[in-house]
């Protein structure tokens, strides 16, 4: 009987240590929080799926899970169709200086987040940012990007400034890998720019845009670098349940309830997990 080789296992064998380490150990013992409970009279104890029950019926928690769902449903097609824009113009060979054009609109992604929110609240400061001095030098008054019916479209902003570049060079790097036959049997048949655009380009973006929109799902559901920061400029329109991650941090950090913000981590990677498989399961349906 011929010996079964693990070389293999020797080569993947790193990867998976760190791989149990920095994702299935933090999981594991987060589930193993959740199920239990702690009170400064009677210690810890288990409470199997009481935390689940709690964070189910917890209003904060739904009322930050519709604040990101709605973030999702607005920002996200707007930074996507941005996206999609500026890979077509830049592909199509007719934007001047193309190359540092790309390089512009993909820099903001290289700035670090906290760094670009600071940049972005300073300028929306209405006392001393650049609203500020608009107001100043033009004698008018412009709305508040921070204030608590704005703040989140300003949030929006910062996000689309951030990574639509990024979802720009996905969605460039997939046109790049057309073959030219398609353009030149397209040209002698007589298409135009619009033609060639959506019998050839769009089709070959179907599966980079469904993965740039599962990214961008999970990253919207992730939302916790920008209103953290601007929570510091705006108190009163952030709360701390302005976000699903912000009230697991908060309640971890501030309120030393780790069961629950345990709890409320796992429910949000869940309805992550489900929206994106949705998403998933759509797009390829569509793709069929």
Do not use: C
């Not at 739904?62 to 973030?71: C, E, I, K, P």
């Amino acid at each position: 009987m011929k010996r079964r080789s693990w070389a293999g296992w020797r080569f993947v064998a790193p990867f998976m240590t760190v791989f149990a380490l920095v994702f299935l150990a933090p999981i594991g013992y987060s589930i193993y929080l959740s199920l239990y409970r702690t009170r400064l009279i009677g210690g810890t104890t288990f409470v199997g799926l009481d935390n689940y029950t709690k964070a189910i019926q917890d209003p904060q928690f739904w009322s930050a899970f519709g604040r990101v769902a709605l973030f999702l449903a607005v920002q996200v097609p707007i930074m996507l169709l941005l996206a999609l824009f500026l890979a077509l113009a830049i592909d199509s060979g007719r934007l001047f200086g193309a190359g540092f054009f790309r390089i512009s609109v993909f820099l903001p992604y290289a700035v670090p987040a906290v760094v670009a929110t600071l940049l972005w609240g300073f300028m929306y400061g209405n006392r001393f940012g650049l609203v500020a001095n608009v107001n100043d030098l033009l004698g008018v008054h412009l709305p508040d990007p921070l204030s608590p019916r704005y703040v989140l479209a300003s949030i929006g902003n910062v996000v689309t400034w951030e990574f639509v570049g990024y979802n720009m060079l996905i969605l460039y790097s997939a046109l790049r890998v057309v073959s030219p036959a398609l353009y030149e049997a397209a040209a002698l048949d007589g298409a135009g720019q619009l033609r060639i655009i959506r019998a050839i380009k769009l089709p070959a973006l179907r599966g980079p845009l469904l993965i740039a929109t599962i990214f961008s799902i999970i990253g919207s559901f992730q939302l916790f670098a920008e209103p953290s920061i601007l929570r510091i400029l705006a108190p009163n329109a952030i709360a701390t349940y302005f976000t699903p991650n912000l009230y697991a941090y908060y309640l971890s950090f501030g309120g030393q309830q780790y069961n629950y913000a345990a709890t409320v981590a796992i429910v949000m990677g869940l309805l992550t997990m489900l929206v994106a498989y949705v998403v998933q399961l759509r797009g390829m349906r569509k793709a069929v």
